[in-house]
């Protein structure tokens, strides 16, 4: 796999909505590792996120932040974990003194990640953030702001990016193999069991727009190369017992790009699917699983495989050392902050054009 600068380079990828310029990192003693402390100890932290941490070569699990003593001590026995790097939601900002901790990994709903980020910034720690990154363009913008004004690198924790199959694709596509992009399909998602958790609550960031959504926007957005400049949209449930007052069970929309390109994307809490396919005046591409945690795999026009395979948690892994060399080197982040208030823009011109019934521009 290429190096992040070779690959940036080679695919151009999203040239205009990626261009970053690396702040003004206040100096530091120089580290081998960044130690990284995780806020929310749910499941995506348990289950991915720190054994992913047990694999990455330029970053640790140095710390944590919960709000349940039980789960701390779990934690503080099972990854050697000192206990002065242990923080509840209270004291958290106490973090600032601790030069433990280099990065903090906000992992919980999204209606929290706002505050959780400006915290971190304004503790002179540098931020990771799960997606989606918030609920709002306003909110992504005011964690942006944060970050800057502190000298700290944000960057949203968008794996995909970070992995070989996804780079390999877009690289593909951007050298032109199958010419002017004319039609993307892109759909992802799963049926969702649960009626209680933060997905099924709207005031948390819930609906399947900010969560597997974000993963379809990506799939037309990295494979144009472009941002939309309109969206229709249509939403449905099957059980109105959970998703009702506005939030989605399955969203439909049709993007429209400045070249001329179109993409119909789908996502769904009620549907398993999982595919990428790109249309152009030359041939196609097919990715499917497309946003797995592994096991992608592709084929093209010219008698192209792309498949890379690895294990999970090994994305999480790929994109914590990517993001963690970015910092200790001073160089351009795969996903900063700016590509999820991107996605999130588009996310609530979805709402309003599902809600209106009517075409919405971005401009």
């Known amino acids: 796999m290429a190096s992040r600068r070779t690959f940036l380079q080679q695919t151009g990828l ?66 050697n974990i000192p206990e002065k790097n242990v923080y509840n939601y209270d004291n958290f900002d106490k973090i600032a003194n601790n030069p433990d901790i280099d990065v903090v990994y906000v992992i919980l709903p999204p209606s929290m990640h706002r505050d959780y980020v400006i915290r971190a910034a304004k503790a002179g720690k540098h931020v990771w953030v799960e997606k989606p990154m918030a609920i709002t363009e306003k909110e992504c913008q005011d964690m942006i ?22 780079q390999e694709y877009i690289k593909f596509l951007r050298d032109g193999k199958i010419g002017k992009i004319k ?55 099957t059980r109105p017992e959970i998703y009702r007052n506005g939030l989605d069970e399955t969203t439909m929309a049709q993007l429209v790009f400045p070249s001329g390109a179109r993409a119909a ?27 797995a945690y592994n096991g992608q795999k592709g084929e093209a026009t010219g008698g192209v495989r792309i498949q890379h395979p690895y294990e999970v948690p090994r994305q999480q892994a790929m994109q914590m050392d990517d993001d963690s060399l970015a910092i200790m080197n001073n160089k351009p982040l795969i996903a900063p902050g700016e590509e999820g208030m991107r996605d999130i823009r588009i996310v609530e011109a979805i709402y309003r054009a599902a809600q209106s019934g009517q075409s919405v521009k971005l401009t």
């Open 14 to 79: 999203l040239a205009s909505s990626l261009a970053f310029s690396p702040l003004s990192i206040a100096s530091a003693q120089k580290k081998d590792r960044l130690g990284v402390a995780l806020v929310g100890l749910g499941y995506y932290s348990t289950d991915l996120i720190a054994p992913a941490l047990q694999l990455t070569k330029h970053c640790y699990l140095a710390g944590i932040v919960t709000g349940t003593p039980a789960k701390a001590e779990t934690w503080v026995k099972k990854y």
């Open 265 to 291: 994307v789908q996502t769904s809490f009620g549907i398993n699917m999982n595919f990428l396919h790109v249309t152009g005046e030359k041939g196609f591409l097919k990715m499917e699983p497309y946003s």
């Open 145 to 166: 702001d944060a970050c800057k004004q502190n000298k700290r690198l944000l960057a949203v924790g968008y794996r995909l990016q970070h992995e070989p199959n996804t």
């Open 183 to 237: 039609m993307v399909s892109c759909s992802a998602g799963y049926f969702d069991g649960r009626t209680n958790h933060w997905k099924q609550k709207k005031e948390m960031g819930g609906g399947v727009m900010y969560d597997m959504g974000v993963y379809v926007l990506q799939g037309a957005r990295l494979a144009t190369g472009e941002e939309p400049i309109s969206v229709t949209a249509q939403q449905y449930t």
